[in-house]
């Protein structure tokens, strides 16, 4: 059987103030963003959605990768349902597979590329559609499991689904991108110098802080939890 490949989305070259809005100053935020810098991002490809379970389905079928919690768990298995319980790891490997078996050279998305990618266009604004969280864009607050992919509108790029439903994992090690703001989540015994950047809250994400366009979390590599998934970037 061949790969599913994603349904890719053109981004066009621009510039982005990252980290906009300011971070307000809440004392329990449990990672603080830098605004100001603004940089230039080439133009890339997307996946519209986030993989998918038909999508990671197939590739196990393949490999005989390890398969993902939740992923034959009422509630999670539907074939239209974000892939949960994917560490970093598990994300860069299928990456690899779905280059090797298609000749598109696939990746994670950058850090700036997620953040570019998820204003659609919009400047300084908190989420994709505006500055309010509006349960009719996104799934937040609580929900028992991510709803399937393109359940709510795209953005102003034809990206959907960069904010709740699943963290997303980025390609950059956090430290790399975070201004100084050091790497400390280390529940699975490494180095957290090596996590990466995850973006985007999730579905039972209940601050709308970390569902800011402008938050970035990180996780240890070889973390993998029901909230987190991925898509991929050319």
């Known amino acids: 059987m061949a790969a599913i490949e994603p349904v890719l989305v053109d981004v066009p070259a621009g510039t982005l103030a990252i980290g906009v809005p300011e971070c307000p100053p ?12 603004r940089i230039e991002v080439a133009a890339f ?8 379970n038909r999508e990671y389905h197939r590739y ?26 994917i560490s970093w790891d598990d994300a860069t490997a299928y990456a690899t597979w779905l280059t ?13 590329e997620f953040e570019y990618a998820a204003r659609g266009g919009r400047e300084g604004s908190k989420f994709p559609w505006g500055d309010e969280l509006d349960p009719a864009h996104t ?20 990206v959907c689904d960069m904010i709740g439903g699943v963290w997303e994992w980025c390609q950059d090690p956090y430290e ?27 579905y039972f994400t209940s ?28």
């Open 207 to 234: 601050d709308p802080l970390n569902l800011y366009i402008a938050y970035r979390n990180e996780d240890p590599p070889d973390l993998r939890h029901e909230v987190i998934g991925f898509r991929v970037a050319v």
């Open 176 to 202: 790399d991108v975070s201004d100084g703001d050091p790497a400390t989540n280390n529940p699975t015994g490494g180095d957290p110098s090596s996590n990466p950047v995850l973006r985007g809250g999730a």
């Open 45 to 52: 490809r997307i996946g519209k959605y986030p993989v998918t």
């Open 100 to 112: 090797e078996n298609t000749g598109t050279r696939y990746r994670l998305p950058g850090d700036a």
């Open 60 to 85: 196990i079928a393949e490999t005989g990768a390890d398969v993902p919690m939740r992923l034959d768990v009422d509630g999670f298995d539907d074939d239209a349902l974000p892939v949960v319980g």
């Open 139 to 158: 799934s937040y607050g609580g929900m028992a499991a991510p709803p399937p992919v393109g359940t709510y509108p795209a953005n102003g790029f034809g």
């Open 26 to 37: 809440d004392p329990n935020l449990q990672r603080r963003w830098h605004t100001g810098k």
